[in-house]
């Protein structure tokens, strides 16, 4: 199956810097790609749909402009969180459709984010 | 998206099939059953997917009823690496369509 890589798988920093999470489709293209976020004990949550040389739709009540996202290429998507707070505090998790005819999805690993 | 219904949580003797059952009496004739699952801390792990034919992997079994109403996920020999959220999700087939997941069955895997 498709494979779809995250980095960092996690990353500890300060209240009020940025932090970039990279998601990557490894040996397909993806011109769509979504995030997640994942608090303890909860189900998935979208944030995102993010789309190839155009804007991100997000979900109602993210915030674009602190989560700010960029899908530059067909294998890359990148989430910026930034001025970090605690509360951002989760666990991200990007995914890619398949090429298959039922477009199922692939997940990558995840990247916890931990804000101090 | 149809909406689904999964029991919250379920016991499996190791060994044994886990028979996962999904309500999804809502669902649209255009509209695919896909599951999924996660392990604890990973993300998740696309299974098996149908329209409205039973379906068969390497992983799992898909039943999907007549009516299409329900579908049962099943893992012929769980084993304690299945012990995951199993997620039951209803979608149109297109790739630009987003994913909700629900809260999922939680399968316990017991020695």
């Known amino acids: 199956g498709a494979v779809v890589s995250q980095h960092p798988s996690w990353v500890i920093c300060k209240s009020g810097t940025s932090v970039k999470i990279e998601c990557r489709s490894l040996d397909f293209q993806a011109t769509t790609m979504f995030w997640y976020r994942q608090f303890p004990k909860q189900s998935l949550m979208l944030m995102a749909t993010s789309n190839e040389g155009s804007k991100a739709t997000y979900e109602q009540g993210v915030e674009k402009d602190k989560f700010l996202i960029n899908h530059a290429s067909l294998t890359l998507s990148t989430l910026t969180v930034t001025s970090a707070h605690p509360e951002d505090s989760s666990f991200y998790i990007c995914?890619?459709?398949?090429?298959?005819?039922?477009?199922?999805?692939?997940f990558g690993p995840g990247t916890r984010l931990t804000v101090t | 998206d149809a909406k689904t219904t999964q029991p919250p949580s379920m016991d499996c003797a190791e060994g044994r099939a886990a028979n996962l059952p999904c309500n999804h009496s809502t669902i649209s004739g255009n509209e695919y059953v896909y599951w999924y699952r996660q392990i604890h801390s990973q993300g998740p792990q696309y299974i098996i997917h149908?329209?409205?034919n039973n379906e068969t992997n390497e992983m799992a079994s898909l039943i999907i009823t007549e009516d299409r109403k329900s579908s049962t996920l099943i893992l012929p020999h769980a084993t304690l690496r299945d012990t995951a959220v199993y997620y039951c999700i209803v979608r149109v087939s297109r790739g630009y369509q987003k994913v909700t997941f629900g809260i999922g069955t939680k399968l316990q895997v017991i020695p």
């Open positions: 149908g329209l409205k």
């Open positions: 995914s890619a459709p398949g090429l298959g005819a039922a477009y199922e999805q692939y």
